[in-house]
């Protein structure tokens, strides 16, 4: 058993809980003195469990990582000195980083070598800063609202396309995009991710066909937000006149120029009475 004394418990998170294992720990156990706040014990005990669904999801034990109350000193120790229920992993050699979320994912990917054929993913408790987006196609129109809130630059636009990617290992499953979103086409799902491949990669959540405005066939919205809009639009006042409907389909330089062509206004002129 190697002690060792923090100056605040809620300090150390499962980034160096994790990397002790990887590092040879056979198991982590935080002493939790009755003098911690019930909020700081709360949040290590999500942490806990956020690491334990990591480890038991490639594998490996997830009590670990295991928290220790300190009311009864002498059963502690008696604990303390038992052996260990699992014996230490091959020790990682990668160096640590001054940033909290490269240490897990060096640490997991260490771990996820020694373990004994495990899956691509694994789920997580909900809340877990770890996870993916689920799009639904039917819904979202690409407006990229989620895009323009997005913290991290998990979600990114097509670049000139109407695609909308995703990082699945920059997401901490904020919610802002799902806030944001004005289809309700966003869901998020938490889960961990061992492949790095899977982890890093470029997937695009969903995709359309570009809508090319009516006047002069220049690529301006896709085809799901055109038809989002003349279905929203086809019961307003302004939108009962089939010019008016056709502006819809047109970029804002053709808007304009249809909209005062021959002396018109910013409205149709009113049928007479």
């Known amino acids: 058993m190697i002690p060792c004394e923090v100056e605040e418990i809620g300090a150390v998170g499962m980034d160096a809980w994790l990397c002790s294992l990887a590092y040879g720990a056979a198991a982590v156990t935080l002493l939790c003195l009755p003098g911690n706040p ?15 669904a990591i480890l038991e999801g490639m594998g490996h034990d997830p009590h670990r990582i295991r928290l220790q109350d300190g009311s009864d000193l002498t059963a502690l120790i008696a604990d303390l000195a038992a052996p260990p229920a699992n014996p230490a992993l091959e020790a990682a050699t990668f160096q640590a980083q001054n940033e909290k979320r490269t240490n897990i994912r060096l640490a997991a990917e260490h771990l996820y070598e020694q373990a004994d054929g495990p899956p691509e ?38 670049a000139g396309e109407p695609k909308l990617n995703f990082i699945e290992w920059n997401c901490v499953q904020c919610g802002l995009c799902e806030s944001a979103c004005p289809e309700d086409a966003i869901e998020r799902h938490t889960r961990f991710v061992y492949d790095p491949r899977l982890r890093r990669a470029n997937r695009v959540l969903n995709e359309d066909q570009p809508f090319n405005c009516v006047g002069c066939g220049k690529p301006f919205a896709t085809t799901r937000v055109i038809e989002s809009m ?33 002396g018109g206004g910013l409205l149709d002129a009113q049928d007479e009475a």
């Open 230 to 262: 003349r279905e929203k639009l086809s019961g307003h006042w302004m939108f009962q006149k089939p010019e008016a409907v056709k502006r819809l389909e047109m970029c804002e330089d053709c808007r304009v120029k249809d909209m005062f062509k021959d």
């Open 38 to 52: 019930p909020s700081v014990l709360r949040e290590l005990e999500e942490q806990r469990g956020f690491a334990g």
């Open 121 to 158: 993913s694994a789920p997580l408790p909900a809340g877990a800063p770890f996870g993916e987006l689920l799009i639904n196609k039917k819904t979202c129109t690409l407006c990229m609202a989620c895009v323009s809130v997005c913290p991290v630059s998990a979600l990114s636009d097509g």
